[in-house]
């Protein structure tokens, strides 16, 4: 072998280097930060390095550490890990994915869960997004909402992101060909029969794939909800916490086994309208702790922004103009629109189910249910990444401490995935995704806004 004279001192300086002591400089510091996550606490005075996308060290700043090749100063400022975004639909607006990854990390959100996309249109964005090298979250992905006989999202009068599970067989072969797709887990939507429920269900545990759902209204929220990891919006639970749920749960099995059935969507909005405030208002607090007592091994991802919409709207947040100047050009004529003629709309609006919303999760939570903050952006007007903000602070007003509102941006849906010795917390050995903020979380929860860094994959995102 020829080895020329370049080579051959390469070589011998790099042996030099690794005989001596001191290791060569790698990753960067954050030096001096107050560091906290939601399963170590608070740890203040550290040193956290990243080398590429891993923790190698979390430290006291006194102690006597390797040397590394980029310093940020973490001094007065609170490392928290990325926080993730459990309910996001990257493809339901056209006019948003292009600009949802970056979105989302200039507001420290360095993972998402998409809830419902068709796989053709939204395979291809979520390979852009894991091309290594890229700036974009971490996305895992469900696919389609697996619907029953009659599909809500059909592309009729909604978007088409649902698909039909008309009978068991349908069920177990959709869900095979999901996993053979390479989806992270299935989304159960609400017009399954209980028999095709059963079906996702087992066919998902077969696959070793995570389960998300709605409840669906064949069923009630105490039988469907062990049965899944996480539940979306709260939905139809208040049909299990009247006291005439027997009677209601009735009414709805002869309506969803009626012939005359114009379309999945009408077929839920009428069963909504017929049956939502109406078992509010026969609310049977008895009752309703059994249901939540069945839930404390599902995730609640309740989106309350989405829910409490009609009592504390988004149009009235004062980072509103913000989150507007952000708003694709293609999109924001229509949401200033929005914004304005709620502005002017003095009529009083029904809060009932905003209200409902708030004081079940306060309950859930209180009972141990584990909650889990996402967003349903773009749906709604929630701005990809801002409205995950929103989001944490609606979960502290209804109960969540600080620290418990960060622990459903990061441990919660880590647990989701059973992904815990990966992500969730600032640990060596953990992946490097986190938010180095100017203000303290836990003083006001409102100040996971106030971003200095986010690091994305051991990358640095400009924001
Ligand atoms: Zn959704």
Same mark, same amino acid.
């Given at each position: 072998?020829?080895?020329?004279?370049?080579?051959?001192?390469?070589?011998?300086?790099?042996?030099?280097?690794?005989?001596?002591?001191?290791?060569?400089?790698?990753?960067?510091?954050?030096?001096?930060?107050?560091?906290?996550?939601?399963?170590?606490?608070?740890?203040? %005075?550290?040193?956290?390095?990243?080398?590429?996308?891993?923790?190698?060290?979390?430290?006291?700043?006194?102690?006597?550490?390797?040397?590394?090749?980029?310093?940020?100063?973490?001094?007065?400022?609170?490392?928290?890990?990325?926080?993730?975004?459990?309910?996001?639909?990257?493809?339901?607006?056209?006019?948003?994915?292009?600009?949802?990854?970056?979105?989302?990390?200039?507001?420290?959100?360095?993972?998402?869960?998409?809830?419902?996309?068709?796989?053709?249109?939204?395979?291809?964005?979520?390979?852009? @997004?894991?091309?290594?090298?890229?700036?974009?979250?971490?996305?895992?992905?469900?696919?389609?909402?697996?619907?029953?006989?009659?599909?809500?999202?059909?592309?009729?009068?909604?978007?088409?992101?649902?698909?039909?599970?008309?009978?068991?067989?349908?069920?177990?072969?959709?869900?095979?060909?999901?996993?053979?797709?390479?989806?992270?887990?299935?989304?159960?939507?609400? @017009?399954?029969?209980?028999?095709?429920?059963?079906?996702?269900?087992?066919?998902?545990?077969?696959?070793?794939?995570?389960?998300?759902? %709605?409840?669906?209204?064949?069923?009630?929220?105490?039988?469907?909800?062990?049965?899944?990891?996480?539940?979306?919006?709260?939905?139809?639970?208040?049909?299990?916490?009247?006291?005439?749920?027997?009677?209601?749960?009735?009414?709805?099995?002869?309506?969803?086994?009626?012939?005359?059935?114009?379309?999945?969507?009408?077929?839920?909005?009428?069963?909504?309208?017929?049956?939502?405030?109406?078992?509010? @208002?026969?609310?049977?607090?008895?009752?309703?702790?059994?249901?939540?007592?069945?839930?404390?091994?599902?995730?609640?991802?309740?989106?309350?922004?989405?829910?409490?919409?009609?009592?504390?709207?988004?149009?009235?947040?004062?980072?509103?103009?913000?989150?507007?100047?952000?708003?694709?050009?293609?999109?924001?004529?229509?949401?200033?629109?929005?914004?304005?003629?709620?502005?002017?709309?003095?009529?009083?609006?029904?809060?009932?189910?905003?209200?409902?919303?708030?004081?079940?999760?306060?309950?859930?939570?209180?009972?141990?249910?584990?909650?889990?903050?996402?967003?349903?952006?773009?749906?709604? %007007?929630?701005?990809?990444?801002?409205?995950? %903000?929103?989001?944490?602070?609606?979960?502290?007003?209804?109960?969540?401490?600080?620290?418990?509102?960060?622990?459903?941006?990061?441990?919660?849906?880590?647990?989701?995935?059973?992904?815990?010795?990966?992500?969730?917390?600032?640990?060596?050995?953990?992946?490097?995704?986190?938010?180095?903020?100017?203000?303290?979380?836990?003083?006001?929860?409102?100040?996971?806004?106030?971003?200095?860094?986010?690091?994305?994959?051991?990358?640095?995102?400009?924001?």
């Amino acid at each position: 072998m020829h080895i020329n004279k370049g080579v051959l001192i390469a070589i011998v300086l790099a042996l030099t280097a690794a005989c001596t002591d001191e290791a060569p400089p790698r990753g960067t510091a954050i030096t001096d930060v107050t560091v906290i996550d939601a399963i170590n606490g608070v740890r203040e %005075h550290q040193t956290v390095v990243f080398d590429g996308d891993e923790i190698i060290v979390v430290a006291s700043a006194e102690s006597v550490l390797p040397p590394a090749l980029h310093h940020i100063d973490g001094s007065g400022k609170f490392l928290i890990p990325g926080l993730w975004d459990m309910h996001v639909h990257l493809t339901y607006d056209d006019a948003f994915t292009e600009s949802m990854p970056a979105m989302f990390l200039a507001y420290g959100i360095t993972s998402v869960r998409d809830t419902g996309g068709l796989l053709y249109k939204l395979q291809p964005v979520v390979e852009k @997004m894991r091309v290594p090298g890229v700036v974009a979250p971490r996305v895992y992905y469900s696919g389609p909402l697996l619907d029953g006989n009659f599909v809500v999202y059909d592309g009729k009068s909604r978007p088409e992101i649902g698909t039909q599970n008309a009978t068991v067989e349908m069920a177990t072969e959709n869900v095979a060909a999901l996993k053979a797709a390479g989806v992270d887990f299935i989304k159960i939507y609400e @017009m399954v029969s209980q028999d095709v429920f059963a079906a996702l269900v087992s066919a998902a545990q077969a696959h070793g794939l995570p389960i998300a759902a %709605h409840i669906p209204l064949s069923m009630i929220a105490s039988q469907a909800g062990p049965n899944v990891d996480s539940m979306e919006h709260l939905r139809n639970i208040e049909l299990d916490c009247a006291s005439n749920a027997p009677a209601l749960f009735e009414e709805r099995l002869s309506r969803l086994n009626a012939d005359d059935v114009e379309s999945g969507y009408a077929l839920r909005s009428s069963l909504h309208s017929l049956q939502r405030i109406p078992a509010i @208002m026969q609310y049977d607090e008895e009752r309703c702790n059994r249901t939540i007592a069945s839930l404390t091994g599902t995730i609640q991802v309740p989106t309350l922004r989405l829910l409490t919409f009609p009592l504390r709207s988004a149009y009235d947040h004062p980072d509103w103009n913000e989150a507007l100047a952000q708003v694709p050009e293609l999109k924001r004529d229509e949401w200033e629109v929005a914004t304005a003629q709620w502005q002017e709309n003095s009529e009083p609006r029904d809060t009932t189910y905003a209200e409902w919303g708030l004081s079940l999760v306060g309950r859930m939570h209180e009972q141990g249910v584990p909650i889990g903050a996402g967003t349903d952006t773009p749906i709604a %007007h929630a701005l990809p990444g801002f409205s995950l %903000h929103t989001e944490l602070e609606r979960l502290v007003e209804v109960g969540l401490t600080p620290f418990e509102a960060l622990e459903s941006a990061t441990v919660r849906p880590a647990e989701f995935f059973s992904l815990q010795d990966e992500m969730g917390t600032i640990d060596v050995g953990k992946r490097a995704d986190l938010v180095l903020l100017n203000a303290n979380p836990l003083d006001n929860i409102s100040n996971t806004r106030e971003i200095a860094v986010v690091v994305s994959k051991g990358r640095l995102v400009a924001r």
